[in-house]
């Protein structure tokens, strides 16, 4: 698929400037935040994991820590609910914890808008049409977030990714990013422990291959 004017050399440039713009502006902020975890949840301050990215291809995403980890003093694993802290909660809802990924979209990793990038282990359970999500780079927001953010169902999600990757432009990526600063600042659609009440998406395919043995048989 050829790419756009915009996607070819003007997408890297406003992601520059932006998110430039953005660590600038909301240093004190993000300077604050580590000063709180690092008082109430102790180091490390961020949280690193490996995700997909552009074409597949894996990437270290960096987020501010939200959770304790998997297991307690005792031994006894927890789950995402548990794991989160108070100020864990707060980040979530208000998407502070996101911040860091500004840092990803300086180094390339990233942009601004563009399909959320996912869990490595995802990666099998893509089909080669949902697979053309990985044409563009992951993004710290996208289309798929607007329309539904922690609410939406993975078909949806993947749906709207692909719907992105067709659609992409300066003017979809200026609406994407007003619309999300809207979203954040009135909270609606977040959910604190998505795993809580809906599968991850390996998960989900595996249970719908399964059921869909049970139909042939």
Same mark, same amino acid.
């Given at each position: 698929?050829?790419?756009?004017?915009y996607?070819?050399?003007?997408k890297?440039?406003f992601?520059?400037?932006?998110?430039? /713009?953005m %660590?600038?502006? #909301?240093?004190?902020?993000?300077?604050?935040? *580590?000063?709180?975890? =690092?008082?109430?949840? $102790?180091?490390?301050?961020?949280?690193?994991?490996?995700?997909?990215g552009?074409s597949?291809?894996?990437f270290?995403?960096?987020?501010?820590?939200t959770?304790?980890?998997?297991?307690?003093?005792l031994g006894?694993e927890?789950?995402?609910?548990?794991?989160?802290t108070?100020?864990?909660?707060?980040?979530?809802?208000?998407?502070?914890?996101?911040l860091?990924?500004?840092?990803?979209?300086?180094?390339?990793?990233?942009?601004?808008?563009?399909p959320?990038? /996912?869990? %490595?282990r995802? #990666?099998?359970?893509?089909?080669e049409?949902? *697979?053309?999500?990985? =044409?563009a780079?992951? $993004?710290?927001?996208?289309?798929?977030q607007?329309?539904?953010?922690?609410?939406?169902?993975?078909?949806?999600?993947?749906?709207?990714?692909?719907?992105?990757?067709?659609?992409?432009?300066?003017y979809?990526?200026?609406?994407?990013?007003?619309?999300?600063?809207?979203?954040?600042?009135?909270?609606?659609?977040?959910k604190v422990a998505?795993?809580s009440?809906?599968?991850?998406?390996?998960e989900?395919?595996?249970?719908?291959k399964l059921?869909?043995?049970?139909?042939?048989g």
């Open positions: 698929m050829k790419k756009s004017w996607e070819s050399k003007n890297r440039l992601d520059l400037f932006i998110s430039g /713009l %660590i600038i502006v #909301l240093s004190p902020v993000i300077f604050i935040i *580590s000063i709180l975890i =690092l008082i109430f949840m $102790g180091s490390p301050i961020f949280y690193c994991q490996e995700r997909l552009q597949g291809k894996p270290r995403l960096i987020k501010f820590r959770m304790i980890p998997e297991e307690n003093i006894k927890l789950s995402e609910k548990e794991r989160i108070n100020i864990g909660k707060i980040l979530r809802k208000t998407s502070l914890d996101e860091p990924e500004l840092y990803n979209v300086i180094k390339g990793d990233m942009s601004l808008v563009g959320r990038p /996912l869990l %490595i995802y #990666l099998p359970y893509f089909n049409e949902e *697979s053309r999500r990985f =044409l780079k992951p $993004g710290i927001t996208g289309l798929a607007i329309m539904g953010r922690n609410e939406l169902p993975w078909d949806k999600r993947i749906e709207k990714d692909l719907e992105y990757i067709e659609k992409s432009s300066f979809l990526d200026l609406y994407i990013i007003l619309k999300t600063i809207l979203l954040v600042l009135t909270q609606r659609g977040v998505p795993s009440y809906m599968k991850d998406f390996d989900e395919r595996r249970h719908k059921l869909n043995r049970k139909d042939e």
